[in-house]
């Protein structure tokens, strides 16, 4: 079943960039999360030490058939084509499985479409993280992009039975191998944040440290350093809102508003963040 979309027409033609516009603003666009623009150099590099993604490659045609292909697919995220995306993406092997997860972890929030459906393309999102980071383990996105669609996928059946499934111990361990290899990945920090914000919620401070090793003090730290990072992505702020309610509402709820308040003052470069500050726009929720 292919998923109804829910970003709006006028979303996809603001942000419809041709190659060549997204080249020029990729490294604002990918601050958050590192990506290397998709040149045919760096596919080249992709390939050295990794045999079985070196083969695909040559099979497919090159790296420069890739690397435009892969552009194009990026064009399609940009604009809040997530499906496209997704369709895109998946046909390029492990290189596309970054723009594709990223598209189905987006694509899940914001699609009308059901939960079986929903269900369906995120568990297809991890099959398809899994296979990259076995053909790619040293490209730090991905380790981000599977931790992601883990992490969303985990969010729909509850952090309690994530965690008692094993799945939240393999979220975090991919954000960690993520940021070894990049330490200035942003989202990376975002997630991990989260991670330790709702574990604590979930379980306690004193219990979530002695049985899962995470804290408040951690939590805290990965946000500073993600705003440090990206002090203009409105996703970094709204999380960061989101991540002090959950540890601590009543203390931290004048924060939370200011860092709405600035994630709402943002001028969306893309597709998804006139999602992110939209929602910022509507307001912290309740």
């Known amino acids: 079943m292919t998923p109804k979309h829910s970003v709006t027409p006028a979303h996809a033609v603001a942000h419809r960039y041709s190659p060549e516009q997204l080249k020029g603003l990729w490294a604002k666009l990918h601050?958050?999360?590192r990506e290397p623009w998709p040149a045919p150099a760096e596919i080249s590099?992709?390939?050295?030490?990794?045999?079985?993604?070196?083969?695909?490659?040559?099979?497919?045609?090159?790296?420069?058939?890739?690397?435009?292909?892969?552009?194009?697919?990026?064009?399609?995220?940009?604009?809040g084509a997530f499906a496209r995306a997704i369709e895109l993406g998946a046909a390029l092997g492990a290189l596309g499985a970054c723009v594709a997860n990223r598209a189905?972890?987006?694509?899940?929030?914001?699609?009308?479409?059901?939960?079986?459906?929903?269900?369906?393309?995120?568990l297809a999102a991890v099959k398809r993280g899994e296979q990259a980071v076995e053909q790619l383990p040293q490209h730090p996105n991905t380790h981000y992009s599977l931790a992601l669609v883990l992490g969303r996928y985990s969010q729909r059946i509850s952090i309690l039975k994530a965690i008692s499934e094993g799945l939240a111990a393999r979220v975090k361990a991919h954000l960690e191998r993520a940021l070894e290899l990049e330490?200035?990945?942003?989202?990376?920090?975002?997630?991990?944040?989260?991670?330790?914000?709702?574990?604590?919620?979930?379980?306690?401070?004193?219990?979530?440290?002695?049985?899962?090793?995470v804290s408040t003090r951690a939590a805290l730290e990965h946000f500073r350093r993600a705003v440090q990072l990206a002090p203009r992505?409105?996703?970094?702020?709204?999380?960061?809102?989101?991540?002090?309610?959950?540890?601590?509402?009543?203390?931290?709820?004048?924060?939370?508003?200011?860092?709405?308040?600035?994630?709402?003052?943002?001028?969306?470069?893309?597709?998804?963040?006139?999602?992110d500050v939209a929602r910022a726009r509507r307001g912290l929720p309740a």
């Open 31 to 33: 601050l958050t999360d």
């Open 45 to 79: 590099r992709a390939m050295a030490g990794a045999a079985q993604f070196a083969n695909w490659v040559d099979e497919y045609g090159g790296a420069r058939p890739l690397a435009t292909a892969l552009q194009v697919a990026w064009v399609e995220f940009h604009a």
């Open 104 to 122: 189905a972890a987006v694509e899940s929030l914001y699609t009308h479409s059901g939960e079986r459906v929903v269900t369906s393309l995120l």
């Open 183 to 213: 330490p200035r990945h942003a989202e990376a920090h975002v997630a991990l944040g989260l991670y330790h914000a709702e574990i604590v919620h979930k379980l306690g401070g004193v219990v979530a440290s002695l049985t899962y090793g």
């Open 233 to 275: 992505s409105p996703i970094v702020h709204m999380e960061y809102a989101y991540a002090l309610l959950l540890l601590d509402a009543e203390r931290h709820r004048a924060e939370a508003e200011k860092l709405y308040a600035e994630a709402a003052a943002c001028e969306p470069l893309d597709a998804m963040e006139a999602l």
